[in-house]
């Protein structure tokens, strides 16, 4: 008696056991399947970027759609990609990520040593170059950075330099067609205009220098007059027809 009642005990144990494993290979299955179902296999990128120069994809194809967010996508590709102003992914289930792109704007070129720096209007560098094959105007700083110092991603922090960008820019929305600039001191930041010049300071403040350009230009445009030097170093600005 006491026999079969062992028996049926162990085999109850036994169908207990074998459904066990059943289960667990069924879950294990359908993790595998849901894994594999929601693996990231297209990757749709909308960017004027080449896509041959866009980075980080092949580091996306090894992740779950379902269990990825948008944010953990968005850190990988913005690390893979230190060039770009923004980076925005939607998801499109089961297995697609569409990606949205938008490149910083090159607007000038920084020589330094052995090549030249692209920089945003931020400083932020876009690209490195050792031949000056380019048609940005080009900063002549009075030390030269090292080529290998920064990577395409950095930020130059040199106060200076970055007042030289905002003054480029400022002067092209003017309609000003800017060929060079001149960084010779701590100072003073000169723009080569065609055979004008116009002299910008460190130490008088942008916003009041802005306003000063602005005007002179609207003044002159109106009155149909010309300049050869436009200096803003002082309260009162310099001009030289």
Known sequence: MQQKQSLKTSF???????????????LSAGLIYLHSFFLIKNIQLNSSVIPSMFRGTENLRTKNLLFTSEKEIVQILTLSNPSLEDIQVTKQFPNTLNI????????????????YFFLSEEGIITGKIKKNEHKHPLIHYYQKFSYSTLQTGGTITYRDILLALHFLEKSSTLGLVV??????????ILLHIGQKKIIFTTEKKKELQDYQLEEIIKKFRIEGKDFKTLDLRF???????
């Open 12 to 26: 109850r144990n036994f169908i207990f056991f074998f459904l066990f494993v059943i289960c667990v290979a069924g």
């Open 235 to 241: 309260e009162k600005p310099v001009v030289e027809l």
């Open 100 to 115: 949205y792109t938008k490149a910083r704007l090159t607007i000038a070129a920084l020589e330094v040593d052995d090549g």
């Open 179 to 188: 060929d060079a600039i001149d960084i010779n001191g701590l100072n003073m």
